[in-house]
């Protein structure tokens, strides 16, 4: 954040296009003003001293930043290389979504709107914006997927018990992508006196490139960590993608520097040639969806797609522009991770360090692990690679509970997984 | 093809406003919203809008989600549009459709542009898509003399509706209201300041849509607008007589009758 907006090969254009193609803002004409007037408090923001400085001043009194860069230890033995987990789990709320949230409250606040509106998947980002709403006094509203409210019902209730109103959208998939379309039907209806919080660095211009800056200081931190305690910069950076925020958070200041190789782990679900996954990148093809041109998983008529993920936070058709253009460019390889292979990584990080991650941040652990081996191999034991543990798995104890056959005391127990 | 102009000249030759009734391709079946256009027309909407059924319609209200979303499950496709178009147009009412800017894409810009001004469309309406961010739609439509109808809203800047003023061919759709479509029970006082601003920026006729229902409503809009749009309220009588269709089709001959009548009500 200390460092000033930037203008580089990988940012996007003032109309909102990454590379000239990825993003932009297909819109209702009714929501261009609000846009702009959101672009525009947004550039004046970061070009504030006063700003900048209270927005820091908020991440590390309230939420807890710089999050700390760790050194698991165990993990890194067993793979031949030095895994460095950043701790976004540690965060106030338990995830990187603490940062995005507080920036764009921050920003609602200084515009002098009252209220906020947000999508949610997971909870994680309706939880994050619903304790930006109460520490800020906005009024605040979540949509989340009648589906999602089912399977999160305890981050229901903790946005709930924050002072927010969710309200189940039961329309399309019941899922995320059907929670921002009503969010933006409320928005159109009341973009007088609400602000938007989108939850991840995808829809239209300024979204992809204002929550990229809200989130960028998970990479500023881990660089300037890595640097401080090992004296070098990491050979590789790995992160989930579902939308994409926590990982445009940390790629974003490796960008420039050639010699890391950025990896993004996209949910591969029950597996890409089964149809049931949400791997857009990988799986997807170039279309418009919620405002930007980006990858979608799409059908053949440019209707979008169900997606499918263990992890709700991930479970999404789309994916940030940026995170497009880094693909089409080859700068950041995008690969999937199977529900499986992130179910076991979250068992293995729990039992080899103590860390139970959310099942989004699994699937980038049980990536970079492999890319470790690779790079160990390659390298050396030094060779080392860090990790966005963006969020931690309180919330996904239910579903760990299925997955694992866990819960259960008795004599057999012993002999399950 | 027959651009929507022809239907604002007939109404200003008889002093009113344009009737333009909307529906979505594909709802009941894709015969059946045949049936149910042609019916619209034949009670006197001067122009139709085909609604593309899309996954993602941020601009639609419960109503109209409802018919597209069961036109796709029916598996409508965008073929089939381009085959109620057709339909439609072949009664000589100007035809235009109304799309998200996905669907377009995929289908190829280009492509979609000829084989919709094949299909007789007049043009399209895209609800998603502002005249600066849509260079590819507007370079198709001027090379296959397609209608290019978009949208202006009360937050609208007088500069952005100058823009669109002249970007827009056919007419300009004026959002009467700060909202996804949907039947309203009272009018709009923002739509007669709007219509206003984007006479100010040129000559385009302007028509005003979202939240009218009725005949009283649209004789109210007529005072001041060059055309009333008129969606859900026709998707209503649809879905309030599902499974009967002649029943559907009398509610939209009903509905109709009254809007018609309301636009030549209006004192002007």
Known sequence: MSQQVQQGRYDADDRGYFGGTWGGRFMPEALVAALDELTDAWHEAMADEAFVSEFERVLRDYAGTPS?????????????????????????????????????????????????????????????????????????????????????????????????????????????????????????????????????????????????????????????????????????????????????????????????????????????????????????????????????????????????????????????????????????????????????????????????????????????????????????????????????????????????????????????? | MTSTTTAFEKARAEDRAALIGYLPAGYPTVEGSIRAMTTMVEAGCDAIEIGLPYSDPVMDGPTIQAAAQAALDGGVRTSDVLRVVEAVAATGVPTLVMTYWNPIERYGVERWAGDLAGAGGAGMITPDITPDHGAEWIAAADAHDLDKVFLVAPSSTDERIAMTATESRGFVYAAAVMGVTGARDASSDLAGPLVGRVRASGDVPVAVGIGVSNGDQAADVATYADGVIVGSAFVRCLLDHQGDEAAGLDALRALTTDLAEGVRRASR
């Open chain 1, 68 to 417: 700390r860069l760790y050194h698991a230890e165990r993990l890194s033995r067993q793979v031949g290389a030095r895994v460095l987990l950043k701790r976004e789990d540690l965060n106030h709320t338990g995830a990187h979504k603490i940062r995005n949230v507080m920036g764009q409250a921050l920003l609602t606040r200084r515009m002098g709107k009252t209220r906020v509106i947000a999508e949610t998947g997971a909870g994680q980002h309706g939880v994050a914006s619903a304790t930006a709403a109460a520490y800020f006094d906005l009024d605040c509203t979540v949509y989340m997927g009648a589906v999602d409210t089912r399977r999160q019902a305890l981050n229901v209730a903790r946005m709930q018990l924050l002072g927010a109103k969710v309200i189940p959208v039961e329309s399309g998939s019941a899922t995320l992508k059907d929670a921002i379309n009503e969010a933006l039907r409320d928005w159109v209806a009341s973009v007088d006196h609400t602000a938007y919080l989108f939850g991840t660095a995808a829809g239209p211009h300024p979204f992809p490139s204002m929550v990229r800056d809200f989130c960028r200081g998970i990479g500023d931190e881990a660089r300037a960590q890595c640097l401080e305690q090992y004296g070098v910069l990491p050979d590789a950076v790995a992160a989930c993608v579902g939308g994409g925020s926590n990982a445009i958070g940390i790629f974003t200041a490796f960008l420039e520097d050639e010699g890391v190789e950025i990896h993004g782990f996209e949910p591969g679900g029950d597996g890409v040639d089964t149809g049931r996954h949400a791997a857009t990148i990988h799986a997807g093809e170039a279309g418009v969806l919620h405002g930007a041109r980006t990858y979608v998983l799409q059908d053949e008529d440019g209707q979008t797609v169900e997606s499918h993920s263990i992890s709700a936070g991930l479970d999404y058709p789309g994916v940030g522009p940026q995170h497009s253009l880094l693909a089409a460019t080859g700068r950041a390889t995008y690969t999937p991770v199977t529900d499986a292979q992130a179910m076991d990584a979250m068992a293995l990080l729990s039992r080899t360090e103590g860390i139970i991650p959310a099942i989004e941040s699994a699937h980038a652990i049980a990536g970079a692990l492999d890319v470790a081996k690779r790079l160990g191999q390659e390298k050396g034991p030094d060779a080392t690679v860090i990790v966005n543990l963006s969020g931690r798995g309180d919330k996904d104890m239910g579903t760990a509970i299925e997955w694992f056959g866990l819960g259960d005391t008795g004599p057999s127990a012993e002999e399950r997984k």
